[in-house]
């Protein structure tokens, strides 16, 4: 069983800044890498970004130079700092954690942002 818990949605207005948090645990041998997605209603789940247990990162276009993804290895965590949010950043937004064994999602976050 692999646990992936999400923090640190919320309301914001636009141009300010949130941090999402996500931590897994339980029968984790390896983490390969570690990612947010977000979703809109009626539409198909993107990646944000994404980081490898390297630390090798990968962001959508739409987010490059104002969202950062971290990662405490030690501590199965990633982190995803958004600066300058804009209304279309809106969505809930999803952890997601590949292991060996598989890919696990958490239940969700939701990042309103208004104008």
């Known amino acids: 069983q692999v646990q992936v818990v999400e923090s640190g949605g919320g309301l914001v207005q636009a141009g300010g800044s949130l941090r999402l948090s996500c931590a897994a645990s339980?029968?984790?041998?390896?983490?390969?890498?570690m990612g947010w997605y977000r979703q809109v209603p009626g539409k198909q789940r993107e990646l944000v970004a994404d980081?490898?247990?390297?630390?090798?990162?990968n962001y959508a276009d739409s987010v490059k130079g104002r969202f950062t993804i971290s990662r405490d290895n030690a501590k199965n965590t990633v982190y995803l700092q958004m600066n300058s949010l804009k209304p279309e950043d809106t969505a809930i937004y999803y952890c997601?954690?590949?292991?060996?064994?598989?890919?696990?999602w958490g239940q969700g976050t939701q990042v309103t942002v208004s104008s």
């Open positions: 980081i490898t247990s390297g630390g090798s990162t």
């Open positions: 997601n954690v590949v292991i060996l064994f598989g890919t696990y």
């Open positions: 339980g029968s984790i041998f390896s983490i390969n890498a």
